[in-house]
């Protein structure tokens, strides 16, 4: 007999008890003392062996244990983003970690019941830092909150007795040391119950999808089919696979049969793989034993096996594993959405032909609001957090509105469960409209007054804002103040992007400051990034560089990060005119349908954006303060666009604003509206300095921050070196003057004069 030993991190409660966690297990216990836990956890690992002859594979000697603390953002997230809150806190969390049997290194994170190895000791803390870094960001705010609360742990060993050499007789097929490598790649789903189950707090239930499961339960069992869950995302493939799975297994356990599923992400088959040709051996032996499991084997990500393991689909795991489904010695199931899965059959077609397909489609809004009536229940049930119908009935709308390119039962779920973690982290009892169109705001950034019927909209207060971010362009004002009203009246089509405009005249007349003013007005009120996402084109002007904007295979491009970051933002081409030719094609199904989908299918939705492109085209460089633009000019500007573009680029532009040259007024408004910004700077405002601007100094400004070329652009310039710099040396000459104002005039050069104290 030989003894392998086992981590046990375990902690000492407040209440007098103890939280023992077996480490490479999903087993949990809480009793009164150390000494009851490690009896009831041996226990069961000594039963589980007698009867089964099965115990978990953790290959560690000489386990130690770490205490890391990193400094993390936490975020609500759903399926295509992320809204990260506005502290950074510090996360303490245990590793346990040592040398394995084979001379690699082993590290457990047994918090998240995940673990990896590697080679080199010097790659320790940066792998640590890498890995921890990216389970905490997967998780929400009230989990990563929750682990801050955990007292320091401390390590200890329990020891299991095996006999190595033991064969046993299993439906006539002799077996030793069950399952090494599958039980190292995949998990056993559902869990086996340990001595204490974590709670779930997301509901995996497919509510009224009964017949969806039931269809799954006979092509997995009764024919042995491999299984392809097809729909768009959020309609349910997840759950209803859950629920088949789980009803499976009840079967099995009641009427003593030998099913059991295994639950794997791509990236594990690949990732321990150190040789040249391990993962493919890692493979076989995972087939052999799922044979002699008589598993299923369920790949979360499936469309991910034609990108891992060589550099193309040809010669991938789904090409390698192919032949093994060919020969029904492997039964696989999965879930793609339709692009994903019509890239499969064009990227490698006889894999995608092993399967068959159940096509699942988005509930209607009637039973869609039921599913939401149901998790309102179970979040009562649960979290003793009671929905409103009012609120849920309002969740359904503003998703129905503002979301149309996801599907319902999926976001309604998504959404209300965020708010229910909200709620959680608020100790709420109850969730009402305000809390939904609280929390709408912060995942989204749109005004209230988006978001509520009841609000009406006030057009003076439109145009007075607009104005008042946008000086000398009139037409852009009316153009953007357009915008508003129809989307407010829910007029837009919610088949493309919020709205396309192409913005065009001279350098340095407001064409960057209006596209930040729209963002602002539209997503500017709940984000914590900024919601203008710029890009300047000049910097794609060579046709290779398409894949440094778009991505390419693996790959993601700036473009398609950027929005699946923000997906609720004004999208800014800056200098659209300089990009290559063929950019422009790449953007037409961008500007037409709002969707930009790379070859394996995955989708960037822009449906949610407002892309705004600007250009010089047109524009002369003989300006004159005072100078007008006219019709005929407009006119120019439109002609130069439409001799650049193709037809088809310019027909998918919904709409031209022409911006003209600015005159003194507009300049003399502008540096007015500058100078009262940088009144606010914290230097001023910290040391309690009032200042006071005279028409010398105003004029002064005017004559150093403007250029008939280029506009106010040098206005930014002429403000730091006529003011800000003389400003910083009078005050560090002067640190003892405070709560005074100042006087800026100029006469023969800047003169500060102190006025009087406050």
């Known amino acids: 007999m030989e003894k392998i030993h086992y981590p046990l991190l375990y902690y000492s409660l407040p209440e007098g008890a ?94 998240f019941e995940e673990s990896f190895y590697y080679y080199d000791p010097r790659q320790f803390d940066a792998l640590v830092s890498y890995f921890t870094t990216n389970l905490l960001n997967q998780l929400a705010p009230e989990n990563i909150y929750r682990l801050m609360l955990h007292p320091k742990p401390e390590l200890d060993t329990i020891a299991l007795k095996v006999n190595y050499d033991r064969n046993f007789e299993w439906k006539g097929l002799p077996i030793q040391r069950q399952y090494q490598v599958l039980s190292r790649l995949a998990e056993q789903y559902p869990p086996q119950k340990g001595p204490q189950n974590r709670k779930n707090y997301r509901s995996d239930s497919a509510w009224e999808m009964e017949d969806i499961v039931s269809d799954i339960i006979d092509k997995l069992i009764t024919t042995r089919s491999n299984l392809l869950l097809v729909g768009k995302r959020g309609v349910g493939k997840t759950a209803c696979l859950n629920q088949a799975i789980k009803k499976i297994t009840l079967q099995v356990r009641r009427q003593k049969l030998d099913y059991s599923f295994w639950r794997i992400r791509s990236q594990r088959i690949v990732s321990s793989g150190k040789y040249l040709g391990e993962w493919q051996e890692n493979c076989e032996q995972m087939v052999e034993e799922l044979n002699a499991a008589n598993g299923i084997l369920w790949v979360v990500d499936l469309i991910q096996l034609l990108k891992i393991g060589g550099e193309g689909p040809e010669d991938s795991v789904a090409a390698f594993l192919h032949q093994f489904l060919q020969q029904d010695k492997l039964q696989l199931v999965g879930e793609l959405t339709p692009e994903e899965l019509e890239s499969m059959r064009r990227l490698l077609p006889g894999f995608a032909q092993v399967f068959q397909i159940i096509t699942i489609e988005e509930l209607s809004a009637q039973k869609s609001q039921l599913v939401m009536e149901h998790f309102a229940r179970y ?6 957090i009671h929905i409103s119908q009012n609120a849920i009935e309002l969740s359904f709308r503003l998703l129905n509105r ?43 950034g749109l005004p209230e007054l988006f978001l509520r019927d009841d609000l009406l909209l006030d057009t003076d207060d439109l145009y007075k804002y607009f104005n008042s971010r946008i000086i000398g362009q009139p037409d852009a004002v009316e153009k953007m103040s357009t915008l508003v009203k129809i989307f407010k009246a829910g007029l837009n089509n919610p088949h493309k992007p919020i709205n396309t405009l192409l913005f065009a005249g001279p350098t340095g007349v407001g064409k960057t400051a209006s596209a930040k003013a729209l963002a602002d007005y539209f997503f500017g009120k709940g984000q914590k990034r900024s919601p203008l996402i710029r890009i300047d084109m000049s910097e794609f002007q ?114 031209f604003v022409m911006f003209r040259s600015l005159n003194k007024a507009d300049i003399q408004n502008i540096t007015i509206k500058e100078l009262e910004a940088l009144k606010k700077r914290e230097g001023f405002t910290k040391r309690g300095l009032n200042i006071v601007f005279t028409k010398a100094f105003i004029d002064q400004l005017i004559l150093k921050g403007f250029d008939a070329r280029y506009g106010a652009r040098p206005l930014q310039r002429a403000i730091e070196q006529q003011l800000v710099n003389p400003m910083a040396n009078w005050m560090l000459d002067n640190p003892d003057q405070r709560n005074c104002s100042l006087e800026i005039d100029y006469l023969d050069g800047i003169k500060i004069n102190l006025l009087s104290d406050k």
């Open 18 to 111: 103890v939280l023992g966690i077996l480490v490479g297990t999903e087993y949990q216990v809480i009793e009164k003392d150390l000494r009851t836990v490690k009896t009831i956890l041996s226990d069961h690992l000594q039963k589980q062996y007698k009867k089964y002859d099965d115990y978990p594979f953790v290959d560690l000697r000489d386990p130690r244990l770490k205490i890391i603390e990193l400094s993390i953002r936490p975020s609500f997230r759903d399926e295509s983003s992320a809204f990260p809150l506005s502290q950074t806190i510090k996360v303490p969390v245990p590793i346990v970690y040592g040398e394995n049997d084979q001379g690699f290194f082993e590290c457990h994170l047994p918090l």
């Open 379 to 384: 979040a009562k049930q649960q979290f003793d």
């Open 402 to 444: 503002y979301y149309p390119y996801e599907s319902f039962p999926g976001k309604g779920i998504n959404f209300l469960s965020n708010c229910v973690n909200e709620g959680m982290l608020k100790e709420k009892s109850r969730l009402t409209r305000q809390d939904i169109i609280k929390n709408f705001i912060g995942q989204t």
């Open 542 to 655: 060579h046709p290779s560089q398409i894949n440094r904007l778009i991505g390419y295979g693996k790959e993601v491009g700036q473009l398609v990060r950027e929005i699946r970051e923000r997906p609720f933002s004004v999208l800014l081409l800056d200098e659209i005119e300089k990009a290559a030719p063929s950019l422009f094609d790449a953007l037409l199904t961008v500007l037409d349908e709002g969707i930009l989908v790379d070859a394996y299918g995955r989708i960037t939705n822009f449906r949610n954006t407002i892309i705004i492109m600007t250009s010089n085209l047109g524009a002369t460089t003989q300006r004159s303060i005072g100078f007008q633009e006219t019709t005929r000019d407009a006119d120019k500007y439109l002609s130069a666009i439409e001799q650049h573009f193709r037809p088809e680029f310019v027909n998918r532009i919904d709409g």
